[in-house]
């Protein structure tokens, strides 16, 4: 992905020459190695190697060298750890955090997230992050939004943080940094600038920036629609892995958007990024399996992959199954929610998915004014009419204390109803022969 930077090594071999001399070496004619008084030195070398390894032989035999597991690490990249990796260390870098120090809190929120020495916990890694923002830290603000997603505090510094990363030839960074421009954060809304830095993130191998491409030429942000350049970043994305690609360029494909229709490669992809975990790929195969679009009518595949869909959150699969288990035929288009208000009308009705969908959409500020408080007495609704996506990230709320209060009590209540909920979930089946056998058995 990235172009590979000089190492250590390659600084060492120049350090102190200067031009003149370096160019002076390069002409120089050099001997065969047979006839240069090196020979002699690199002989003693190898002698001297030699005698330090008879020397130290018995020490390499040592029982407890012997006694290591084959998974166990060599013992002398044990001895190489840092010494933060010691329990006594950890202790000492929590207590430097505690006592204020910022570069302590962003190094322990790095630990949290990778899980070295403390446990993997994102929500601990966003409070140190925080603390270390609001003391007036670029980098943990960079943390916050380029690691894990969370509205950073203020967008203005982030991006003054992120330029001359950016310009020093980041490609990830570069992104972002278009991300910015796209969406407006800390800096005026330019979709030129933008799409300049998504097209320099891709140059420098960054594919994933494809995928911001496709959004920009989807319309409605500064650009005119472009439906073949759209579908050309869908593919390159799509080369990338992003299952999201992959899902989109599947849909288009099926109806012939910037492309000619071809149902049998639309449902090839769909059903790789409902491999993904993808919600709404998995509707789409689900759709498909019903309408015997791309592959074979199959009423008993289409009803497992909708159940899927809809245990992950998405409310057009969930009234798609209901009038599939009804009557037999999936309801139409213009009847499934297209807007923020057919959702929340759905929600009203007492449709469980549609609730959960809704406090998500509060959250983002998606269709609606963000009113993250909303958003989370909706997800704890969900939860408690027993929607098990709903329990666990009620849970993941309530444990980091963001959007209402921090209660450990609760979380840990609804982390252990969530898993309870989670295992009884429907299977997915592998082929129509299974699905059959499935729908027989219940």
Not at 194 to 212: D, K, N, S, T
Not at 307 to 323: F, K, P, V
Request: contains cysteine.
């Amino acid at each position: 992905m990235f172009e590979k930077a000089p190492t250590a090594m390659d600084f060492r071999l120049v350090k102190g020459l200067d031009a003149h001399c370096l160019f002076e070496r390069a002409l120089r004619k050099k001997k065969p190695f047979f006839q240069r008084r090196e020979l002699f030195f690199y002989l003693a070398l190898l002698a001297g190697g030699f005698a330090l390894l008879y020397e130290n032989w018995p020490v390499a035999r040592h029982p407890i060298e012997t006694s290591r597991s084959p998974a166990d690490p060599p013992l002398a990249l044990v001895s190489q750890r840092s010494k933060v990796d010691t329990p006594r260390a950890v202790e000492d870098l929590k207590a430097s955090a505690t006592a204020g120090d910022i570069d302590a809190k962003i190094e322990l929120g790095e630990r949290h997230l990778k899980g070295l020495g403390v446990p993997r916990d994102k929500a601990a890694a966003a409070r140190l992050f925080t603390e270390a923002a609001e003391a007036g830290s670029a980098r943990a603000d960079s943390l916050l939004q380029l690691r894990l997603q969370i509205q950073c505090l203020d967008h203005k510094r982030v991006h003054d943080y992120w330029l001359p990363l950016a310009e020093a030839g980041d490609p990830e960074i570069m992104s972002a940094l278009g991300e910015l421009y796209m969406r407006g954060r800390g800096v005026p809304k330019d979709p030129l600038k933008a799409i300049q830095w998504f097209e320099r993130a891709i140059e420098a191998g960054y594919l994933p920036a494809h995928v911001h491409l496709v959004k920009m030429y989807s319309g409605g942000r500064g650009i005119s629609p472009d439906p073949v350049k759209k579908v050309h970043h869908l593919r390159k994305g799509a080369e990338a892995g992003r299952w999201d690609a992959i899902s989109e360029l599947a849909w288009h494909l099926l109806n012939g958007e910037g492309v000619e229709r071809n149902p049998e490669e639309a449902f090839a992809l769909a059903l790789r990024a409902a491999e993904e975990s993808d919600p709404s790929s998995r509707a789409l195969v689900g759709r498909m399996y019903a309408e015997g679009l791309g592959v074979r009518k199959s009423i008993p595949d289409a009803v497992y992959w909708l159940r899927t869909a809809a245990d992950n959150g998405l409310t057009n699969a969930d009234i798609m199954l209901e009038s599939l288990l009804k009557t037999g035929k999936l309801p139409p288009e213009e009847s499934l929610p297209k807007c923020f208000a057919d959702l929340l009308a759905e929600a009203k009705k007492g449709r469980v998915v549609a609730r959960h969908e809704v406090g998500i959409f509060y959250i983002r500020g998606q269709g609606t004014p963000r009113d993250e408080f909303e958003g989370a007495k909706w997800i704890l609704q969900a939860a408690e009419d027993g929607f098990p996506l709903a329990q666990r990230q009620i849970a993941e709320i309530l444990k980091a204390g963001r959007y209402i209060p921090q209660s450990l009590e609760a979380a840990t209540h609804w982390g252990r109803i969530a898993e309870s909920n989670e295992a009884r979930l429907p299977h997915i089946p592998a082929n129509d022969s299974e699905a059959l056998a499935l729908e027989s058995a219940n």
